[in-house]
């Protein structure tokens, strides 16, 4: 796959990135998260997840979303970015384990979820990986048609991935937290097997959705290597004794299996954060930023010392940038930039430019 000279520009600021760990870099990705637009225009207004027969319209939905995302950089198409266009399946939550339950998945608006299959921990038994559970299957047949009609102009990104954590907690509820206390042996058996239930997945779309440049774009950025995105929203829920006991070891087998990862969690979880960091092999950390609690940009030495050197991304606004700068460099940081127009784009960019080495 050749891709067209955007992506393959931010390809290369991405590899330097990563070879040169000198405090200072700042990139900074603008993306249809950061800066909503009006896809009226096209004819590509909001489609609800529940509007969507995804046994049927697999290939119809994955196309909306690459519709949309090339209106996208052509609406921004003269804003400086670091955003690298990437599209994966995104179906809500439910199918991040109903691949390897086989649960009913309930669509929402724009999200989904699951009920859980663990009642009995006899239930642990009907897990598996199976090639031909539906989920499993529409998953592939998104990503591969994702392939087959890429024209260099976007990359093909796997899947936001359940953490151990978040895949236990979907496959047996709440009931986990309890069973922290009440059953540590079953919940480290499904810890175990839900990493295992990760890694195949990873695996199989990662066969078809194959590498960019020796790496892979996850999160809409450049990273060396395998590394598979991977969600710690359960650790966020936890003390830290409770994820090092519990949570640590599953994760470290997940990006010891690729040779490394991209983490997200929560601002929910600042307290956490410090032990996430502490995995060995990580590519980048993301700590988003939340209602009502703490705001990363304002605590950005603090989670600069914590990541010990890995990539931190975070998200903010234009005005946190010219207040924050100082602070923004000295690490390295990736800003999920949130703007309300282009011009207010073009301008924070020409000031973070001036102030970041790269």
Not at 58 to 63: G, L, Q
Not at 157 to 174: E, I, K, Q, V, Y
Not at 284 to 303: A, G, K, Q, W, Y
Request: glycine fraction near 6%; proline fraction near 4%; include cysteine.
């Amino acid at each position: 796959m050749s891709y067209n000279n955007y992506i393959m520009d931010r390809v290369e600021k991405y590899k330097q990135f990563f070879k040169d760990d000198t405090p200072g870099q700042i990139l900074v990705i603008i993306c249809p998260y950061t800066f909503e637009i009006d896809y009226e225009q096209w004819d590509l207004g909001s489609r609800p997840l529940n509007n969507w027969d995804f046994k049927k319209q697999a290939k119809e939905f994955m196309d909306y979303n690459i519709r949309r995302l090339r209106c996208f950089m052509e609406y921004t198409k003269d804003l400086d970015n670091d955003f690298i266009p990437a599209i994966s399946p995104g179906m809500g939550v439910g199918v991040h384990s109903a691949y390897f339950s086989g649960a009913e998945v309930i669509m929402g608006y724009d999200t989904s979820w699951v009920h859980p299959v663990i009642r009995e921990w006899s239930d642990i038994e009907k897990l598996k990986m199976d090639e031909y559970n539906p989920w499993f299957c529409i998953l592939k047949e998104m990503i591969q048609y994702c392939v087959n009609t890429c024209e260099g102009d976007y990359v093909v990104s796997t899947l936001c991935n359940f953490g151990p954590g978040d895949m236990a907690n979907a496959l047996r509820g709440n009931d986990l937290f309890y069973d922290l206390y009440d059953n540590p042996q079953k919940v480290h058996e499904l810890m175990d097997k839900s990493s295992d239930a990760i890694i195949w997945l990873e695996e199989e779309l990662r066969k078809i959705a194959g590498m960019m440049e020796g790496g892979v774009v996850t999160a809409n950025v450049w990273l060396p290597g395998q590394a598979p995105y991977i969600s710690e929203d359960f650790t966020d829920l936890c003390s830290s004794k409770i994820f090092n006991e519990f949570g640590y070891k599953y994760t470290q087998k997940i990006i010891n299996h690729f040779g490394g990862a991209y983490i997200h969690h929560h601002a929910k979880g600042y307290h956490v954060h410090k032990d996430i960091a502490s995995l060995k092999n990580l590519k980048m950390l993301e700590i988003s930023l939340d209602p009502n609690c703490l705001r990363p940009v304002d605590h950005l030495e603090e989670l600069f010392e914590m990541n010990n050197g890995i990539p931190l991304m975070i998200r903010c606004s234009a005005r946190d940038v010219y207040q924050e700068i100082e602070h923004m460099k000295k690490g390295r940081l990736v800003i999920m930039l949130n703007i309300d127009t282009i011009e207010e784009g073009r301008d924070v960019m020409k000031f973070i430019r001036k102030n970041s080495i790269i």
